[in-house]
T-cell receptor
Framework: SAVISQKPSRDICQRGTSLTIQCQVDSQVTMMFWYRQQPGQSLTLIATANQGSEATYESGFVIDKFPISRPNLTFSTLTVSNMSPEDSSIYLC??????????FGPGTRLTVL | QQQVKQSPQSLIVQKGGISIINCAYENTAFDYFPWYQQFPGKGPALLIAIRPDVSEKKEGRFTISFNKSAKQFSLHIMDSQPGDSATYFC???????????FGKGTLLTVNP
């Protein structure tokens, strides 16, 4: 399985600011994903991070709010822009490893005041 | 529209007992059904997964039972231990887009 790290592990931010979350994988992977997990809730896919092209966003998520970069096959960033308290969540990156299998990073716990 | 329904929302089991978590899906295009285990403060970890061509898969104390005609699958944890206390998510995936659809999760507490 892939080893995935995320930075920061947690942060407390002020309303109106932006935070960039990094996801690093120990091997080259074709597909990377960003999820949001609101407190006590399930996981919701934000977008698929495509290497060399724009991310593919799910319904309800837009690029202006959650810009994503994927400069190479081992790294991606998710920015949460113009934050509000409703953005307080755990943000998780995942990678596809092998046929259908998907592995998750440890998550970034974001609190917006 | 919730495509994967998971129950119960929470479950309390005594040490040594059997924990059973159920999921039902609607989309017949789903062809891969993983279960994830998540401890507080951690990311979900892949526990076990099954495809529709088999009715059961066992790995150690964890077993998935799959009923294709009923569009249901379940996780059985035998000899449950306090260390199994976590949130369990079922999920489903179909097609080539790798998009996982998650159930709402089950908080399992195993009492010593």
């Amino acid at each position: 399985s892939a080893v995935i790290s995320q930075k920061p592990s947690r942060d407390i931010c002020q309303r109106g600011t932006s935070l960039t979350i990094q996801c690093q994988v120990d091997s080259q992977v074709t597909m990377m994903f960003w999820y949001r997990q609101q407190p006590g809730q399930s996981l919701t896919l934000i977008a698929t991070a495509n290497q060399g092209s724009e991310a593919t966003y799910e319904s309800g998520f837009v690029i202006d709010k959650f810009p994503i970069s994927r400069p190479n096959l081992t790294f991606s960033t998710l920015t949460v822009s113009n934050m509000s308290p409703e953005d307080s969540s755990i943000y998780l990156c995942s990678v596809a490893g092998g046929k259908d299998t998907q592995y998750f990073g440890p998550g970034t716990r974001l609190t917006v005041l | 529209q919730q495509q994967v329904k998971q129950s119960p929302q929470s479950l309390i089991v005594q040490k040594g007992g059997i924990s059973i978590i159920n999921c039902a899906y609607e989309n017949t295009a789903f062809d891969y059904f993983p279960w994830y285990q998540q401890f507080p403060g951690k990311g979900p970890a892949l526990l076990i997964a099954i495809r529709p061509d088999v009715s059961e898969k066992k790995e150690g104390r964890f077993t998935i039972s799959f009923n294709k005609s009923a569009k249901q699958f379940s996780l059985h944890i035998m000899d449950s231990q306090p260390g199994d206390s976590a949130t369990y998510f079922c999920a489903a995936l179909g097609g080539s887009n790798y998009k996982l659809t998650f159930g709402k999760g089950t908080l399992l507490t195993v009492n010593p």
